[in-house]
């Protein structure tokens, strides 16, 4: 093996995620929650072949970039994120033996760059409440001192250095550069950009990587004197920043609006954070970036887990100098926020609540099955055809929850009255066929294996039906889901079919649980819960008229209504 050179050997490795984020809710890297505007995506799709064939070009970057910083076009640097703005700054200003004054704990890559170039790394501890350590840090100050770093505000505690301290260093420091780094600019919107007029001492650096949501393009820059950006110009790559993340910044540039709006939210949804976590007792540091240092204690390893497991990240800062027991936790959207603080209260409190289930058009989308017995069936006893809007104006009645009963409803409204035997055995022939093979095959789940996994990590599932047991067991072998209940109460089990709220209570019973959520999608399963006095939740069934179906459930008192079960965990808040 090659030995690297001896300051490299002496270096720790930046372990960055491997794992698939994507399908977790990432409150872990102070990402964007929403990604980019929608304007950056159409205008990556608009892209040329020519324009990808050449190499990137900044001039109008260059202005769009000043004009947004409130500077001279000489003034800036676009660089690949502001990791290569730090990098940049320490190859060109550090020379072996130099000294860098660091408070900590902060952004792991200043370290790492400073130390590669085989400077000194003085690290200054942040105070107790994890207040900048200012004077500190000027007392530090010595005639090897090349560089003073100043996160601002800072990841991971995101506290802020007061004005009138980064001048107080400024002046001190005439010998040394200052460097600044504002990656949270957008939510903090306090900037010492302005002070570059005064100060050629003192370089700034940006990112597109958070607020923007452009942190899979690697996009940043710096802000300096002209001539402290000419000498760094030198030791950059020419086309650091590529064709696609340039074309990227740019239309994120001409909508500000959509990441100041995003902004704003991030605002009142830390407060709904601060909120809970002062109301738990857990201490946290106000932050004026888009994350919240708290200090869950010895708890702090379950918590980071058990979010994992209802699928949310963050990032455990346990293990930084003063920091134990320490989650730094994104923030993001309102409904984001309310979802963590569901799911935090129940890891706190331990106890699991029920989560009951109604079967057709909540688990199971049966369009293509139930609803279609109804109508063949309907039409076998009328002898002609009907629509299918007959057959859910029928279902949206009270007392129709039954499809016996709604076959019936739809032939008495034309005078036809056929025997409930004779109903019934019609519809098993439509329904259930030769061997399971009538309408039923054609139902399909409303809820994977992977949702119900992460549900059951909070609450005890259950289902209270009003299909026979034989009809309800076959839907869910059939979809892999029986294992997640641990009650199934059908037709069979009880002597009153809903809306009595005989079911929802042998359900409660069997599940062991006190307080319970019904999921529902008509009118008889919201009035079984209003009865049984379980929170309700409506669901619109696939296929059904939102409008329609949301007023006969508001008329029955539902307050909470989701659109699809691909919204139940934002319902569940
Ligand atoms: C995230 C972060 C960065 C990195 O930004 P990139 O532009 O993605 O390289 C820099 N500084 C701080 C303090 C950060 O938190």
């Known amino acids: 093996m090659i030995k690297p050179k001896r300051t490299v050997q002496k270096m720790r490795s930046y372990v960055p995620p491997k794992e698939e984020r994507e399908k977790y809710m990432r409150l872990d890297f102070n990402e964007s929650t929403i990604g980019a505007s929608p304007k950056v995506i159409e205008a990556i799709q608009n892209i040329s072949a020519e324009e990808i064939a050449t190499y990137p070009e900044y001039n109008d970057f260059i202005k769009q970039l000043a004009k947004f910083a409130k500077v001279k076009q000489n003034e800036v640097l676009a660089t690949n994120g502001s990791d290569e703005a730090i990098k940049l700054i320490m190859d060109t200003y550090l020379e072996e033996g130099d000294e860098i004054v660091l408070p900590v704990p902060t952004f792991d890559m200043i370290d790492i760059y400073a130390t590669a170039v085989g400077a000194k790394v003085n690290k200054i501890n942040y105070d107790d409440n994890l207040n900048f350590p200012t004077e500190n840090v000027l007392k530090s100050l010595n005639s090897k001192t090349k560089i003073v770093v100043l996160v601002n505000p800072n990841n991971p505690t995101g506290t802020s250095i007061k004005r ?32 570059i007029k005064n100060y050629d001492n003192l370089i700034i650096a940006r990112t597109f990587s958070k607020a923007f949501g452009l942190a899979g393009l690697r996009v940043g820059f710096l802000v300096s004197a002209s001539v402290n950006i000419e000498n760094m110009e030198k030791v950059l790559s020419p086309y650091s920043v590529n064709r696609v993340a340039v074309i990227a910044a740019v239309a994120t540039l001409q909508d500000i609006q959509y990441v100041e709006n995003y902004a704003d939210e991030v605002r009142v949804s830390k407060e709904l954070l601060y909120e809970f976590l002062e109301s738990k007792g ?71 609540k029920g989560l009951i289930f109604d079967m057709d058009g909540v688990l199971v989308d049966v369009r293509e099955s139930y609803r279609e017995s109804i109508k063949k069936t309907a039409e076998f006893f009328l002898g002609r055809l009907i629509e299918m809007e007959v057959v859910e104006e029928i279902k949206n009645k009270p007392g129709y929850n039954d499809d016996y009963d709604a076959v019936e409803g739809i032939l008495e409204k034309e005078e036809r009255f056929i025997e409930r035997d004779n109903v019934v055995k019609k519809f098993q022939e439509y329904y259930l066929g030769r061997n399971f093979c009538g309408f039923v095959r054609n139902e399909k789940p409303l809820i994977t294996e992977d949702r119900l996994k992460k549900l059951r990590t909070r609450f005890k599932l259950g289902i209270v039906t009003g299909r026979n047991r034989m009809e309800a067991k076959y839907a869910l072998e059939m979809f892999g889901l029986s294992q997640y209940f641990d009650a199934i109460i059908t037709r069979d089990d009880v002597v009153n079919p809903k809306p009595d709220p005989e079911g929802l209570v042998k359900a409660m019973e069997k599940l062991k649980v006190t307080e319970a959520v019904y999921v529902g999608d008509n009118i008889d399963d919201a009035a079984a819960a209003k009865t049984a006095k379980v929170d309700f939740l409506g669901v619109i069934a696939p296929g059904t008229d939102p409008k329609k179906s949301t007023r006969a459930l508001k008329s029955k008192g539902a307050k909470k209504i989701i659109e699809s079960m691909d919204k139940l965990e934002e319902g569940l808040v």
Do not use: H
């Open 282 to 352: 857990i201490d946290y540091w106000n932050s004026a970036a888009n994350f919240v240092l708290a200090n869950f204690g010895k708890d702090c390893d379950k918590t980071e887990k058990k979010l994992k497991a209802n699928g949310i990240l963050v990032r455990s800062r346990t293990n930084d100098v003063m920091l134990e027991g320490c989650l730094r936790i994104t923030v993001g959207t309102k409904a984001q926020t309310k979802q963590l603080i569901a799911i935090l209260e129940s890891i706190k409190e331990g106890k699991k």
């Open 164 to 195: 009138e301290d980064i001048e107080k260093i400024l002046k001190k420091a005439k010998k040394a550069l200052v460097f600044i780094d504002e990656a949270y600019y957008p939510f903090s919107k306090q900037t010492a950009i302005d002070l």
